[in-house]
């Protein structure tokens, strides 16, 4: 790498750090000016650190292009809690900018009832899917990790339809092959409760 690349590395560093620092004090409009001057890449790890409030006030803000193509961005779980965040009235919107696949499972995440057994499993946080590598898994819980409430020890890994499969511990993937499918070191004999059951029928 030539000195002037790695000049304006640091610069673009410099630029995504500062934005990130001064993001609390920033308005809506300030805050997308800030985010179109980052390089994508730095752009995209930014939008993906923010809580779901601030990614669904920034996306707002976009133009119908840009809006299309970060919505797109986001895991099914962050693009619910994203929806969820947005005013009423934008819900409708942002759910039809999703590819149908995608639209499909954040609507059946968006189902879930606050206090149902499905909304206890919390899928933003313990969510993994069996065709995951342990590799992928461990990036997207790091990422996951900055807008946790709480400690979260054992993982869901659901299907597409949303069906319970197995757990997984973190001991589980940190001590397995990088490369092994979540689905190779799950434990599958799990105690399973109705989604619909409420909260005090569980406890």
Known sequence: MTPAAVERARER??????????????????????????PHADAEDLLLSLPARDQAELILETSAGERRSWMRLLPPDDAADVV??????ER????????????????????????????????RYARLRPDMSVDEAITYLRRQARERLETIYYMYV?????????????????????EKKVRDIMHTEVVTAPESMDQEALS
Do not use: H, I
């Not at 750090?17 to 997308?32: G, I, M």
């Not at 969820?84 to 009235?89: I, L, Y």
């Not at 659901?158 to 990088?178: I, K, N, T, Y």
């Open 13 to 38: 560093s410099l630029l995504a750090s500062e934005l990130a620092d001064a993001w609390p004090v920033l308005s809506a409009e300030e805050r997308l000016e800030g985010l179109r001057l980052l």
């Open 84 to 89: 969820q965040a947005a005013p009423e009235a």
């Open 92 to 123: 409708e919107g942002l759910l039809a900018l999703l590819d149908d696949p995608t639209r499909k499972e954040v609507a059946a995440l968006l189902a879930y009832a606050e206090d149902d057994a499905g909304g206890l499993m919390n899928p």
């Open 158 to 178: 659901l299907d597409a339809e949303q069906r319970l499969l197995g757990v997984v511990s973190f001991r589980d993937l940190f001590a397995a092959p990088p």
